[in-house]
């Protein structure tokens, strides 16, 4: 079965560091997409980052890179820069030929100053 | 151009009641999935509609919960004889539908769902 699994309830980071979100996912799909969604406190999910179970290269958007790491079934998300507003919830997500999103229970992020 | 819509915001009802809850998805996005988020949690699939296919109701946790899409396009959830273990965010996500794993979901604000 399907699974994504965040392991880091919280995590704090002073600002302008960088930051490592974990994720780990079990399928036995060949062909599935990773996805990172950041939730602020207003509660609308939104899309970050992306990565194909093919692609050789790891995603960056901006200051949002996916380590990922295929052998290891994992696909960490790392945010480089520390903003204020990058505190949120960041939930890991999958997608396999059944089309629908599989969730991780997130992490919540905060960056202090 | 305008996201994915839902209302609406917030509802509070009584336990027993029935509630409809509305997404209108993106322009164009031919595949429209509702999740819901109990607090603290991530999210859980309910349902997908994919154009003129039989919808997916597999997370549909029971008979109390159904949605339709008219005309391909906007979707409504119903709860009857809502319960308090109904009492969430119930989110609506949109996708071009070209049913490939690297599709994006788009989501909407959510509607908070409150049963006393």
């Known amino acids: 079965a399907q699974k994504i699994t965040q392991t880091q309830p919280g995590m704090f980071v002073q600002e302008k560091e960088a930051v490592t979100l974990d994720c780990t996912y079990d399928t036995s799909d060949q062909s599935y997409g990773l996805f990172w969604y950041k939730q602020p406190s207003s509660g609308e999910m939104i899309f970050l980052i992306y990565q194909g179970s093919y692609d050789e290269q790891n995603a960056t958007e901006g200051r949002y890179s996916l380590n990922f790491q295929k052998a290891r079934k994992s696909a960490n998300l790392v945010i480089s820069a520390s903003q204020l507003g990058d505190s949120a919830m960041y939930f890991c997500?999958?997608?396999?030929?059944?089309?629908?999103?599989?969730f991780g229970t997130g992490t919540r992020l905060q960056v202090f100053p | 151009g305008a996201g994915v819509s839902q209302s609406p915001s917030n509802k509070v009802t009584e336990k027993g009641k029935d509630v409809e809850l509305r997404c209108d998805p993106i322009s164009g996005h031919t595949a429209l999935y509702w999740y819901r988020q109990s607090l603290g949690q991530g999210l859980e699939f309910l349902i997908y509609f994919q154009g003129n296919s039989a919808p997916d109701k597999s997370g549909l946790p029971s008979d109390r919960f159904s949605a339709e899409r008219t005309g391909g396009s906007v979707s409504t959830l119903t709860i009857q004889r809502t319960q308090q273990e109904d009492s969430a965010v119930y989110l609506c996500?949109?996708?071009?539908?070209?049913?490939?794993?690297?599709?994006?979901?788009?989501f909407g604000p959510g509607t908070r769902l409150l049963v006393l």
């Open positions: 997500a999958m997608r396999d030929n059944t089309d629908k999103l599989i």
């Open positions: 996500a949109s996708s071009l539908g070209r049913r490939r794993y690297s599709e994006t979901q788009y």
